[in-house]
């Protein structure tokens, strides 16, 4: 069974850092796309960042330059490091996985979703 579990979201102040991790199992991520996602009470999930398998990235301009995703296979997960955190990152974070290449960040393109990791930036 296709798994995905998000940790590392917490408390943190502006401008502090997290690194989100989304581990898989039931599957090998090496063949998927994941992408991290965030949604506020009341407003529609949003598409943060992607890596494809051929490790192809995106980001959204909120967070361009400040967030990094990465992969690692052998450990069959992926992170989101972010820095410079901003009380509008606030949010719940869920990653995705797709299979196959293409980067997306439309919500109905992925399938199975982890549970999603709070993280909070507040002062």
């Known amino acids: 069974q296709l798994q995905l579990v998000e940790s590392g979201g917490g408390l943190v102040q502006p401008g502090g850092s997290l690194r989100l991790s989304c581990a898989a199992s039931?599957?090998?991520?090496?063949?998927?796309?994941i992408g991290w996602f965030r949604q506020v009470p009341g407003k529609e999930r949003e598409g943060v960042s992607c890596?494809?398998?051929?490790?192809?990235?995106y980001y959204a301009d909120s967070v361009k330059g400040r967030f990094t995703i990465s992969r690692d296979n052998t450990k069959n997960t992926v992170y989101l490091q972010m820095n410079n955190l901003k009380p509008e990152d606030t949010a719940v974070y869920y990653c995705?996985?797709?299979?196959?290449?293409?980067?997306?960040?439309?919500?109905?393109?992925?399938?199975?979703w982890g549970q999603g990791t709070q993280v909070t930036v507040s002062s």
């Open positions: 995705a996985a797709r299979r196959g290449i293409v980067i997306t960040t439309h919500p109905l393109d992925f399938g199975s």
């Open positions: 039931g599957f090998t991520l090496d063949y998927y796309t």
């Open positions: 890596i494809s398998s051929s490790h192809s990235t």
